[in-house]
């Protein structure tokens, strides 16, 4: 294994490099080319070539995954990556209010630039670790333009498929250089339109929470639109977020290049609007339950009966786990609790999803709910080659029955063996490369000791 990925990463900087990999029960996401029982993936260049049974590909690296399970990498829509340094926290945190009161009215304003940067290290290395390829940062502390670059700087430096979702912080001092700073970000990271990194414009759905200049509408709208870049909405909750949905659709501030998030407790004209104009969910399934977001149940049913198939996040890591597969399997067991509850006793049967649902959410839709449908999100010849190389032979998951059933019920990061991202290996063996995880636990934990000392937080690490 070292010799092979001493070759892999010989090989990194040959943009026509070949890469096959052989063997594998391949579960695509792609709608037409399903699951194929035994096949081989021809990575050329940061791209898919080909995918099925038998592929020649002369002068590629040969890679035999016989054993283990290839499929798309996974797409969390919505997390706060500067708070990755703050983990769990307050894992019983109370509310939502508890949470703004405590995190980002509290802790929020004693952020450095160097702390953005570590905590969104800390969470986009984490992210590749557990399989997650493309990460959305709503990066809602942005208080200089040093710490949105720093949090930029992270993405780019971990090798991730990184979203910078820019917000200005809730609360304390800042700059004031938000939403403008906008044209210098898209000027100075992504003016060219290529590469891992994308930029999207981050805000809140009402004025509840910190006032109206964060409240989405014709100033906001106007401002993504002019950049051409995507919205993604945080905080849409209940009756105040549904009058607001159905102001947003008369005023045609909604469509495909919006995202809202959480979505618990709106009305069903407000799921009709966002039916109508094609806008995205993105569900944080542990956060709506757990912290307790308006009516506390992810919002998979009602965006189901609109049409909409939503994408799936982590959100907050003071409270929460990290990684996709606690997100898929938290949603599949509350949607199937509820399903079978609600016709107990009526003889009816429940509409359930399944396990191939929720693994769409995490991979297919996550990408489309982003605006990156073409580049990621399924094993389709043509798209970016984000793989995940899952061993299906460990103790864990031992014998091989169903494989997307073993992704979502049986597997966890241990079990990921390589991750590429776009072509490029950033997990092999097991472990995530380029890290030096002694230099990073100092510099995580003296970043977390800074912050709070500054925000006079009290916190018992017993």
Known sequence: MTAILHELRRRDADPGRRILLTGAVIVTMDPGLGVLPRADLLIEGGRIAAVGPDLQAEGALIIDVTGAILAPGFVDTHRHAWEAQLRRVMPDVNDL???????????????????????????????????????????HNSRTAAHSDAAIRALVDTGIRGVHASMRPHFGDWDGQWPADLTRLQDTYFASGSGLLTLRLATLATAEIAGPDLAYGERLAHTARDLGIGVSIDAVFGLPSSEAILGWAKQGLLGPDVALIHCTGL?????????????????????????????????VDDALAVGIRPSLSIDVEVALASDMFTQMRALHAIQRMRAVNAVYG?????????????????????????????????????????????????????????????????????????????????????????????????????????????????????
């Open 97 to 139: 209010g508890e949470y703004v009161t405590s995190t980002l009215a509290g802790i929020a304003p004693a952020y450095q630039p160097q702390d953005m940067y570590i905590g969104t290290k800390l969470a986009a290395l984490t992210a590749i670790d557990s399989g997650i390829t493309t990460m959305l940062d709503f990066s």
């Open 267 to 299: 009305t069903p004209q407000a799921w009709q609007a966002i039916a109508g104009a094609g806008a995205a969910v993105s569900l944080a399934p542990t956060s709506d339950a757990q912290i307790g977001l308006e009516s506390a149940v992810p919002a």
């Open 346 to 462: 009526t003889g009816e049967p429940p509409t359930r999803i399944g396990v191939h649902d929720v693994l769409d959410f995490a991979t297919l839709q996550g990408a489309r709910s982003i605006g990156l449908s073409d580049v990621t999100g399924s094993l389709t010849p043509g798209k970016q080659a984000d793989v995940l190389v899952v061993r299906a032979d460990d103790l864990n998951n031992m014998p091989l029955n169903d494989p997307i059933g073993t992704l979502v019920l049986g597997s966890d990061p241990r079990n990921i063996d390589a991750v590429f991202i776009a072509g490029q290996v950033r997990k092999w063996a097991g472990t995530v490369l380029d890290i030096d995880l002694t230099a990073l636990r100092e510099d995580v934990r003296a970043s977390r000791d800074r912050v709070l000392a500054a925000a006079g937080y009290q916190h018992d690490r017993s």
